[in-house]
Nanobody, 119 residues
Framework: QVQLVESGGGLVQAGGSLRLSCTAS????????MGWYRQAPGKQRELVAS???????NAPDSVKGRITISRDNSKNTVNLQMNSLKPEDTAVYYC?????????????WGQGTLVTVSS
């Protein structure tokens, strides 16, 4: 069984910064891509940023320049630094990982952490 545990969400004023962290645990052989998605009320879940085990990053234009995603493969951890936050960044942020275990490959989601940006 593989679990993702997130931390770092909270309330921040517009223009502020937050850092989210996510650690994977369990019977993991390899983690391919790790990343962050978010879901605002009434909206679909969307990609914030992802990073492969080799460091290739994918992020939409809406967050480029405001976010930094990093990863520590030795600790199975991915971090998301968000700067210049806007009220429209308010959402539940979910960690995601493509994991290969002894028996299978699977996509794993964290429980989500709420980020609220006040105007």
């Amino acid at each position: 069984q593989v679990q993702l545990v997130e931390s770092g969400g909270g309330l921040v004023q517009a223009g502020g910064s937050l850092r989210l962290s996510c650690t994977a645990s369990g019977t993991i052989l390899i983690i391919n891509a790790m990343g962050w998605y978010r879901q605002a009320p009434g909206k679909q879940r969307e990609l914030v940023a992802s990073i492969t085990s080799r460091g290739t990053i994918n992020a939409p234009d809406s967050v480029k320049g405001r976010i930094t995603i990093s990863r520590d493969n030795s600790k199975n951890t991915v971090n998301l630094q968000m700067n210049s936050l806007k009220p429209e960044d308010t959402a539940v942020y979910y960690c995601n990982a493509d994991v290969i275990t002894t028996y299978r490959s699977l996509e794993v989601w964290g429980q989500g952490t709420l980020v609220t940006v006040s105007s």
